[in-house]
């Protein structure tokens, strides 16, 4: 991807199940960066989703992906980005030009955390 024109930063903080922040908000073609800094206890990634209708079945479908960090490959054309799985103390980043306007979930799907660990990204 090239260049991004906008950075959005998120961290998981202590043993929490959250993302901070979780709502973001991005313009409507914009080639964006997400960061996902984990200060946190536990291992996480950054799911966006391109249907709200898939945060369960991705979820669930997650947990038997540990050879793809948690990311079920089956799932990957719905999604619109994903990160890696940052371990405690790491940053991961990946990128994606965003979409038309609207609401799309994001989700952390680590086994036991994609019931609680989500946000909305708003595309504007």
Not at 28 to 38: D, F, H, P, T
Request: with cysteine; hydrophobic share 45%; glycine share 10%.
């Amino acid at each position: 991807m090239e260049e991004a024109d906008t950075l959005v930063v998120v961290t998981a903080v202590g043993s929490e199940m959250a993302f901070r922040p979780a709502a973001l908000t991005v313009r409507s073609g914009a080639r964006v960066r997400i960061r996902l800094e984990n200060q946190g206890t536990l291992p996480h990634n950054l799911i966006i989703l391109r249907s709200p209708g898939d945060l369960d079945p991705v979820g669930i479908a997650a947990l038997d992906a540990a050879s793809s960090e948690y990311v079920p490959p089956e799932w990957v054309d719905g999604m619109m980005g994903y990160s890696h799985l940052a371990v405690p103390g790491t940053t991961v980043e990946f990128g994606f030009v965003a979409p038309e306007p609207g609401e799309y979930a994001f989700v952390c799907t680590y086994p036991g955390h994609f019931r609680s660990m989500r946000g909305i990204l708003t595309v504007l």
